[in-house]
């Protein structure tokens, strides 16, 4: 078990990057293929690396495999960033991974939203309670993909012993912003919806972004931070619209193709992390391929 890192509440105000989940081509999980996009992540000075969130296919995993890839994950970034690892599905689940998580040296649990259709909002209190409890001290960051718990839900969420930080992926600032008012103020809110919706969200409280873009530009998102840290929005704004296309892109089919535009990416970058597991769309279509293929060369990501 290696330690929890040392840096992470200051860290979470920067970019948490969220990892791609490998798979070899008779889809089982790759965690090996994950070195490259680790090494460049990290020299490039992304501040968080996330293992097990939507980037990285977190409902397509059996819980087994989602343990290898926290753990796997450890093992790579050796300490050099720190490792918030996504817990959740049913509580089961959710406290073995929690396990699983801290016995990896993770530094945080992030605990995904249940997508349970029948959600109580003191249900969601009891569960992230206990996820804590199974953490064992580490800190917990709530993953919020909508507000539809209500404030007075989030409010006790953020007072739970434990709770560090809230990944807002709602795009509704002004509800945001009320939520960062009723909150004790050591909770750091994160705008959930990546370099696209950063500047509304942070110029209302949130501080840094998460971020599917780390795994094949990294250094265009440590960009876009270091601009919004600057409070240099224009900036922000002017690199927020050079990956604009390959943003669309992932949005297309219902954001069905979110993770298939990054693994599109990194294989014809010549890191192949495989496919992506439906019900994500797979392959891209020519249409696709062919606007993909234009941003990387635009970019100059393209290996000759």
């Not at 029948?118 to 969601?124: E, I, K, L, M, S």
């Not at 599109?264 to 293929?293: E, I, K, Y």
């Amino acid at each position: 078990m290696r330690s929890p890192h040392p840096n992470f509440l200051r860290a979470l105000t920067g970019i948490s990057g969220i990892l791609v989940t490998p798979f070899d081509t008779d889809d089982r999980v790759a965690p090996q293929r994950l070195r490259p996009i680790v090494d460049r992540a990290v020299q490039a000075g992304v501040h968080i690396l996330t293992a097990n969130g939507n980037t990285g296919e977190f409902y397509g995993l059996t819980t087994a495999e989602a343990e290898t890839m926290v753990h796997a994950a450890a093992e790579i970034i050796d300490g050099r960033a720190p490792l918030l690892a996504g817990v959740g599905r049913s509580i089961g689940d959710a406290l073995a991974l929690a396990r699983a998580s801290r016995e990896a040296g993770a530094a945080a649990l992030m605990v995904h939203q249940p997508p349970d259709p029948f959600v109580a909002p003191r249900g969601v209190v009891d569960y992230v309670s206990r996820v804590a409890e199974a953490g064992q001290g580490l800190p917990v960051v709530l993953y919020l993909r909508n507000d539809g718990i209500g404030l007075d839900a989030i409010e006790r969420l953020c007072a739970l012993p434990g709770v560090a930080g809230v990944k807002w992926a709602s795009p509704t600032p002004l509800r945001l912003a009320e939520a960062i008012r009723r909150a004790d103020p050591k909770v750091v809110f994160v705008g959930g919806l990546a370099e696209t919706w950063a500047p509304p969200l942070c110029a209302v409280g949130a501080r840094g972004f998460t971020s599917g873009l780390i795994n094949v530009w990294p250094e265009h998102s440590v960009a876009i931070h270091a601009a919004l840290a600057a409070g240099e929005y224009g900036r922000a704004n002017e690199l927020i619209a050079t990956m604009s296309a390959f943003e669309e892109l992932r949005a297309e089919e219902g954001n069905g193709t979110n993770v298939t535009v990054v693994k599109a990416a990194l294989q014809l970058m010549g890191d192949d992390c495989g496919h992506v597991r439906p019900p994500g769309a797979w392959p891209l279509t020519d249409r696709q391929s062919a606007g993909l293929r234009d941003a990387l060369k635009a970019w100059g990501l393209l290996r000759a």
